[in-house]
């Protein structure tokens, strides 16, 4: 049985140049240096209950396995889906997140995510299914920024359900029409090279019960114009695609999401697991407009001075 997919949230390492008279707010100050974003993650996947044995080998193979139940409300024939909130931003000092920037508390404009469109390509149950190895292609992943929604406890998805979900990028309240796309991201292969052309990789312990489930794995992801019929107009940009940076040690790719844990939601609610685990990424400097509008939102990273 497959519990989830990308339960991730987020470690972002990023870095902005500002002009030096910039003032990037009381809470960000003058920090200098790499960050972390977390995100709460509550998403849904297909769940396969199937013998131990290896399985698929592309989506078409994927899609013929019997004894499979897809996840509520999805579009088309994705296998996974979820939404994301934005909790905090930290600076890193000795690699640790020790410095207190930014966080989502009441009257700071909320930013949350939605991702869709991942499809199975692989499974590899083992040890009567109580360890699943699950891969994927994809996935899509879009940030808003609600000004008007300053309450962090109007974001929790739990109480709408996943009968929220009124569209691919589209969640009740959290993302839709009106709403400030920041950035766009798209699943690229690259993260385990033995199965090139996959590109999300999970390993999952399904049966270890409410609180104690556990996942490793991950993906690449580029930020970009997101294609999707489902989409009004077909595609979706972020306003802020342009800070990340192709990273040569993640083979060019812009991020790189990892998760170590989750725990089991149920309750009613549709969604599967809740998560809160890191994403890895490299940025460009901001341009000044840029960095005003990051002013407003409270997301501005790392800045560094221009050289004389």
């Not at 312990?205 to 107009?233: E, K, V, Y």
Request: hydrophobic residues 40%; negative net charge.
């Amino acid at each position: 049985m497959k519990i989830t997919r990308w339960t991730v949230a987020g470690l972002l390492i990023l870095s902005l140049a500002l002009p030096a008279w910039a003032d990037i707010g009381s809470q960000l100050g003058w920090y200098e240096g790499p960050l972390t974003m977390k995100f709460t993650n509550w998403d849904v996947g297909t769940i396969y209950t199937v013998a131990d044995g290896t399985y698929g080998g592309s989506v078409a193979a994927m899609d013929a396995i019997s004894g499979q139940t897809p996840p509520p409300n999805r579009i088309g024939s994705e296998d996974s889906w979820g939404i994301a909130q934005l909790t905090s931003i930290r600076g890193l000092v000795g690699g640790n997140p020790n410095t207190q920037l930014w966080n989502n508390s009441a009257g700071t404009p909320q930013v949350t995510a939605i991702f869709w469109g991942e499809k199975d390509t692989y499974l590899k149950q083992t040890n009567g299914g109580s360890v699943q190895d699950i891969h994927g292609v994809g996935y899509h992943i879009a940030f808003f920024e609600n000004p008007a929604n300053t309450n962090p406890n109007n974001v929790n998805p739990i109480g709408t359900t996943t009968a929220g979900r009124t569209g691919a990028d589209v969640f009740t309240g959290l993302a839709q029409a009106g709403y400030t796309c920041l950035w766009t991201l798209n699943s690229v292969p690259g993260f385990d090279s033995n199965f090139p052309n996959d590109e999300f990789f999970g390993t999952y312990n399904p049966s270890a019960g409410f609180s104690n489930a556990n996942a490793t794995g991950g993906m690449f992801a580029n930020t970009g114009t997101i294609f999707d019929p489902n989409l009004p107009g077909g595609q979706v940009t972020g306003v802020l695609n342009g800070m990340f940076l192709p990273d040569p040690a993640l083979g060019g790719a812009n991020w790189r999401v990892a998760f170590t844990g989750i725990s089991l939601v149920g309750g009613g609610s549709g969604f599967d697991v809740l998560s809160d685990d890191p994403i890895m990424a490299e940025a460009v400097p901001a341009p000044a407009a840029v960095v005003l509008g990051l002013m407003g939102l409270g997301l501005v990273g790392w800045y560094r001075k221009r050289a004389a």
